[in-house]
Nanobody
Framework: QVQLVESGGGLVQAGGSLRLSCAAS????????MGWFRQAPGKEREFVAA????????YYADSVKGRGTISRDNAKNTVYLQMNSLKPEDTAVYYC????????????????????WGQGTQVTVSS
């Protein structure tokens, strides 16, 4: 089992940047593929980015492609999401999630593919 704790959210002006971190407990972090999702008020949780166990494969939602970068440091049990050129529509609670398979499945964008979730960190982008 793994526990996930997100950090790095906050209030930022449009055009700014944030780096979100997700620290995982346990000794088998490198066994998990990881994902970032977000949920805005009144909306469903949506996929943002995913990364396989080694960092060799990454996927992004069209809405963040070119602005977001997912990465991981297995030695630090941490996955990151760097977000640049932030827009007001990026405002949401951001969640990291762990899939207990190393490789990303074909449904890496689905919330149902992930086994563990963090509590989320709020990102607010002002215009």
């Amino acid at each position: 089992q793994v526990q996930l704790v997100e950090s790095g959210g906050g209030l930022v002006q449009a055009g700014g940047s944030l780096r979100l971190s997700c620290a995982a407990s346990g000794r088998t972090f490198s066994s998990y593929a990881m994902g970032w999702f977000r949920q805005a008020p009144g909306k469903e949780r949506e996929f943002v980015a995913a990364i396989n166990w080694s960092g060799g494969s990454t996927y992004y939602a069209d809405s963040v492609k070119g602005r977001g970068t997912i990465s991981r440091d297995n030695a630090k049990n941490t996955v990151y999401l760097q977000m640049n050129s932030l827009k007001p529509e990026d405002t949401a609670v951001y969640y990291c999630a762990a899939d207990n398979r190393k490789r990303l499945s074909g449904s890496y964008y689905s919330v149902y593919e992930y086994d563990y979730w963090g509590q989320g960190t709020q990102v607010t982008v002002s215009s």
